[in-house]
């Protein structure tokens, strides 16, 4: 199906047509304000389908690990909802303001320096305009396991609302046995 065709379908199904704004030019691409939860699926039978809320809210996860995205103030900040909250792999607790002052020179933030790297990138849709991700990060041999809720805005960006690390001890498998939870 092409882009087109999904945006027709979108259209002939009670949806606005917005799209996500994630990849290109759109309503949120240069960080427009912040209009509250969107709500347009509500009642409506979700009105953009599981898959389409899961690939929007990868897509956004996967830019915001960019060098470039990250070395951008008005380009993370597109990605950030307003509420943004981060307990990181280091114990600390970030607030939107703060990981926007800090993004630059946190781990990936350099185009010349090394990439963080994400694997095992999964998600589910929690309820209308809300995303729950996980996967496994690795930057400069340190792995931490990510959970990570976007919300779609009223003007249908994903935005990253909550985002927590946890890191992954050396030598260990994160997905072994004896670290499942019981």
């Known amino acids: 199906m092409t882009a087109a065709e999904r945006n027709e379908q979108w259209h002939g199904h009670g949806g606005t047509g917005r799209t996500s704004g994630i990849g290109g030019p759109g309503p949120h691409a240069g960080g427009a304000p912040y209009d509250g939860p969107d709500t347009s699926d509500v009642g409506t039978g979700y009105g953009v389908d599981e898959g389409r809320a899961?690939?929007?809210?990868?897509?956004?996860?996967?830019?915001?690990?960019?060098?470039?995205?990250?070395?951008?103030?008005?380009?993370?900040?597109?990605?950030?909802?307003?509420?943004?909250?981060?307990?990181?792999?280091?114990?600390?607790?970030?607030?939107?303001?703060?990981?926007?002052?800090?993004?630059?020179?946190?781990p990936g933030g350099s185009a010349d320096g090394p990439r963080i790297a994400l694997s095992g990138l999964s998600g589910t849709r929690l309820a209308p305009g809300l995303v729950h991700l996980t996967y496994e990060a690795e930057y400069a041999g340190r792995r931490s396991?990510?959970?990570?809720?976007?919300?779609?805005?009223?003007?249908?960006?994903?935005?990253?609302?909550?985002?927590?690390?946890?890191?992954?001890?050396?030598?260990?498998?994160?997905?072994?046995?004896?670290?499942?939870?019981?």
């Open 145 to 182: 396991l990510r959970s990570s809720l976007w919300r779609r805005d009223a003007r249908g960006a994903w935005r990253l609302y909550y985002h927590q690390g946890t890191p992954v001890p050396p030598g260990e498998d994160a997905n072994s046995p004896e670290n499942a939870p019981g």
């Open 54 to 106: 899961v690939a929007d809210a990868v897509a956004a996860e996967v830019r915001l690990a960019d060098p470039a995205v990250r070395g951008s103030r008005e380009s993370a900040a597109a990605l950030l909802d307003p509420e943004f909250t981060e307990v990181g792999a280091s114990g600390r607790r970030w607030t939107r303001e703060e990981m926007l002052a800090g993004l630059p020179d946190l």
